[in-house]
């Protein structure tokens, strides 16, 4: 098949024995029912499925779904993914209970191209044939399938068949080709072993393509695997792509873990949740519902119990529509604009659906106006609404630019936008509104402003202590482009590890600050023969002298040579300018060199010649010292 041809997947529906099963076959050779009990019974049960290749050369996936009111959740995992419906009516019954249920579904799923076959026309007169020709029409009146063709077929005589071939080539002209872009998504509609293959996973993948060697995983469970084989129309290929019906081999994963429901996709990338916020429809047909009202929840091919949460309203009437929170009791993946369908808790009936509007929302309180206003952006507001509004849900943590930039329908382009406008910034990988800086910004001065009251001895905070209290799950590369923004602004200062707000000096209580002059003052007077700092802790006496000194060392006031010598910066730099000296006419120093140079006992000389090492004014050569790279 040429790669220019459209990926399309056509579901059949309608009531139990109006012969959908029966046209597959007259249209494509290929018996859908493979189930023993399914030819005993002579219904459908499960799922089949079938290719029809068209004269044109394009092959379209068909879908043929159970009649049976008993296996509608089978025809919703069926339907959930078809580009096409091939509505079928029995014309000596006209449209019945499951037609109608059919058509209820298809139309809160948004499938909007299809065409009618009314089958066993062989068995009816003309005049009964325009009876259920009408009784279709007034079926389709007011749904997206208003004016579709109906065509009066007969599987046994083949009466029709190619006439709705026809048609059904006409409507595919006008499918619209999904996007392949995204990651890849493949609801499974089935799961079973082959001899030789092992698992292989079924259904039609809606984003994205799947290719042989692929790395993906099972969702909800996060199971990783790897494909061993991609079939499309029981032919193997490298790659499928979106809109196409695929069969996988999965690679690792017994068949008993995997249930329809389950999503075969891009690792990371498909969102598990257990809330969804939604726009419900309730069916005309329907009975009202109240809050929390317990429902089925059918999307894509998973189904799962949910509560009804109503936001605004304390009752929802047929025919009207509200926002809501579904309140899931088993995790599913969701995306947002996905539709969905919902049947009652008992008796399960059809009785509405929606369009999800965020498929990972905080539980909401009812009834509250930030709430609806918050929803009513992501209904109905620009695609730069909702990413603004998105990023300043995400809150001071900030939004991860990759997570807005690679979900489907991505807003890439539209970020950039946003940001070069201002209305929102990106940080080290990290996305914030305006707002949530400067909410940053604030708790990081009340922070380091607290810090600095309730400890005068210490020159700043951490910048992990920072990090963990600014915000849960904060990234610590967004927090030092931060630091690096606001020093720049002059709001604070940094020194190695430490943060501290404001200029870098640090007033001191007037008793800790007359310590800390003795300190400066005994180091000045001793030059570079200081006294230890034992010595020193006993001259001040104080039981601040440690904190006062770490102080002092932190803010340049006095140099840690090694951990029991501190000496007064200008000693520092007048045995440093010594060294320089001798190296303009010598290329060596040794230990007693330096001694003599200085004027110091090897007492102080040995930790004095250390920190030269480590500050580059030397280089150790085995018990010399040769000139380092500041005394070049």
């Given amino acids: 098949m040429s790669s220019t041809l459209k990926h399309v997947v056509l579901g059949t529906a309608g009531h139990i024995d109006h012969g959908k099963t029966a046209l597959v076959k007259a249209l494509t050779g290929v018996d859908t029912d493979r189930l023993k009990e399914e030819k005993e019974r002579g219904i459908s049960i499960e799922l089949g499925f079938a290719r029809l290749d068209l004269p044109s050369g394009q092959s379209v996936g068909i879908v043929d779904v159970p009649g049976h009111e008993r296996f509608v959740r089978t025809m919703l995992a069926g339907v959930a993914g078809i580009d096409l419906v091939l509505l079928v009516v029995a014309a000596d019954e006209g449209v019945m209970p499951q037609t109608r249920e059919h058509m209820d579904i298809v139309s809160i799923l948004g499938i909007r191209s299809g ?11 003309p005049e009964e044939l ?22 009066p077929v007969s599987a046994v005589t083949r009466q029709g068949l190619d006439e709705l071939v026809t048609r059904i080539e006409a409507v595919v002209g006008g499918v619209e080709e999904r996007a392949s872009g995204g990651p890849a998504r493949l609801p499974i509609d089935r799961a ?9 996973v079924t259904g039609t993948l809606w984003s994205g393509e799947i290719a042989v060697g692929d790395k993906l995983e099972i969702v909800p469970s996060r199971t990783e695997t790897r494909v061993r084989s991609v079939e499309v129309h029981d032919r193997a290929v490298d790659r499928a792509e979106a809109g196409q019906r695929t069969a996988v081999g999965v690679h690792g994963i017994p068949k008993e873990s995997i249930v329809r429901g389950d999503v075969l996709g891009t690792p990371g990338a498909l969102p598990v949740t257990s809330m969804l916020d939604a726009r419900l429809r309730l069916a005309a047909s329907a009975r009202p519902i109240a809050n929390r009202t317990r429902v089925h929840l059918h999307l894509g091919t998973a189904e799962v119990l949910a509560r009804v949460v109503l936001l605004e309203t304390d009752t929802l009437a047929p025919g009207e529509d509200a926002l809501v929170q579904m309140r899931l009791e088993s995790p599913i993946v969701a995306l947002t604009g996905d539709l969905f369908v ?41 695609a730069e609404d909702v990413l603004v509004q998105k990023v300043g849900e995400a809150g001071t943590a900030g939004a991860r630019a990759t997570d807005l930039e690679t979900q489907p329908g991505g807003p890439a ?8 406008s201002g209305l929102l910034r990106r940080v080290a990988g990290r996305v914030f509104t305006p707002a949530r800086l400067d909410e940053l910004t604030a708790r990081a001065e009340e922070l380091l402003s607290g810090f600095a009251a309730a400890s005068p001895l210490e020159w700043g905070m951490s910048a992990e202590e920072l990090r963990g209290k600014l915000a849960k799950g904060f990234d610590r590369a967004v927090l030092d482009e931060l630091v690096q923004g606001l020093e720049a602004e002059g709001k604070l200062t940094r020194r190695g590890n430490l943060v501290r707000w404001g200029a870098a000096e640090v007033g001191l209580p007037p008793a800790q600050a007359a310590i800390a002059e003795g300190i400066e003052r005994r180091l000045a007077d001793a030059g570079v023969a200081p006294p230890t700092v034992d010595e020193l802790r006993r001259e001040m006496s104080s039981k601040d002298f440690d904190a ?6 932190e803010t340049g006031r006095v140099v840690k040579v090694t951990s029991g010598f501190v000496f007064h910066p200008r000693a520092i730099e007048d045995a440093r ?12 120093l040794g230990v007693p060199e330096f001694k003599d140079l200085i004027g110091v006992t090897r007492k102080h000389a040995i930790p004095l010649l250390e920190y030269f090492d480590r500050d580059g004014t030397t280089l150790r050569s085995g018990d010399v010292r040769l000139r380092g790279r500041r005394s070049k």
């Fill in 192 to 200: 079973f072993t082959l001899a030789g293959h092992g698992t292989i």
């Fill in 130 to 151: 325009e009876l259920a020709r009408e009784d279709v029409e007034g079926l389709l009146a007011g749904t997206p399938l208003s004016g579709a063709p109906i065509v």
């Fill in 115 to 125: 065409i009618v076959a009314l089958t066993k026309s062989d068995l009816v007169t």
């Fill in 548 to 553: 006062i000194l770490r102080l002092l060392a």
């Fill in 413 to 420: 382009a539209g970020l950039d936008k946003l940001v070069a």
């Fill in 342 to 382: 919902v049947r009652s808790y008992s008796p399960v009936t059809t009785i509405g659906g929606g369009r999800v509007l965020n498929p990972v929302p905080k539980r909401h309180a009812r009834m509250k106006d930030d709430v609806l206003e918050s929803l009513a952006v992501l209904e109905g507001g620009s």
């Fill in 577 to 588: 300018a010594k060294v320089v000296a001798h190296f303009g006419h010598s290329e060596r």
